[in-house]
T-cell receptor, first 113, second 117 residues
Framework: DAGVIQSPRHEVTEMGQEVTLRCKPISGHNSLFWYRQTMMRGLELLIY????????DSGMPEDRFSAKMPNASFSTLKIQPSEPRDSAVYFC???????????FGEGSRLTVL | AQTVTQSQPEMSVQEAETVTLSCTYDTSESNYYLFWYKQPPSRQMILVIR??????QNATENRFSVNFQKAAKSFSLKISDSQLGDTAMYFC??????????????FGQGTELSVKP
């Protein structure tokens, strides 16, 4: 099994630019999660999907953030416009039935200058 | 609201020795899961061990075991025969049980463990 695949692994951009992070969950998993990790706030859940439907987006910091899951094998997290305080590592994770063990991707490190 | 507290920001242990990482949590739920995740320098989050709250028996995975004290809301991780590859950040995490709760992990701040040769 290939595991959860995220891209890009590193992204450096300038303030105001649009950023799109991508995630391919493990085949057969029906729940997908986006987490953000920063030194100040630790690991925070941003949003999660069950069967491609967003269930809880209460962790999304503001309207500049949006997430989509057009099909069972792909999700995006978009930031538009990006700001320096968005600099963080963004993790995607998936699980079967949304309970129990989460399988994490390697994360996307975002730096906004 | 649930909270998870790891009171040891950093710990170190000699190779082959045993170390215990502490975790406490606060919840009013009766059914939930607790986890320990490991994050090595490669950055990937790896599940170390998992405990269901309804199970009285402490979980064990090879050299890793937990001491789950439900009444005290304590969930410590013991690593026996520490190896250099155990060097990592360790996160304790809480999750309510239930289909629509899945994945809403509440993480502690982490304990950075260094295993010294």
């Amino acid at each position: 099994d290939a595991g959860v695949i995220q891209s890009p692994r590193h992204e450096v951009t300038e303030m105001g630019q649009e950023v799109t992070l991508r995630c391919k969950p493990i085949s057969g998993h029906n729940s997908l999660f986006w987490y953000r990790q920063t030194m100040m706030r630790g690991l925070e859940l941003l949003i999660y999907f069950n069967n491609n439907v967003p269930i809880d987006d209460s962790g999304m910091p503001e309207d500049r953030f949006s997430a989509k899951m057009p099909n069972a094998s792909f999700s995006t997290l978009k930031i538009q416009p990006s700001e320096p305080r968005d600099s963080a590592v963004y993790f995607c994770a998936s699980s079967f039935r949304g309970a129990g063990e989460l399988f994490f991707g390697e994360g996307s490190r975002l730096t906004v200058l | 609201a649930q909270t998870v507290t790891q009171s040891q920001p950093e710990m170190s242990v000699q190779e082959a020795e045993t170390v215990t990482l502490s975790c406490t949590y606060d919840t009013s739920e009766s059914n939930y899961y607790l986890f320990w995740y490991k994050q090595p320098p490669s950055r990937q989050m790896i599940l170390v061990i998992r405990q269901e709250a309804y199970k009285q028996q402490n979980a064990t995975e090879n050299r890793f075991s937990v001491n789950f004290q439900k009444a005290a809301k304590s969930f410590s991780l013991k690593i026996s025969d520490s190896q250099l590859g155990d060097t990592a950040m360790y996160f304790c995490a809480f999750m309510k049980s239930g289909y629509n709760q899945g994945g809403k992990l509440i993480f502690g701040q982490g304990t950075e463990l260094s295993v010294k040769p």
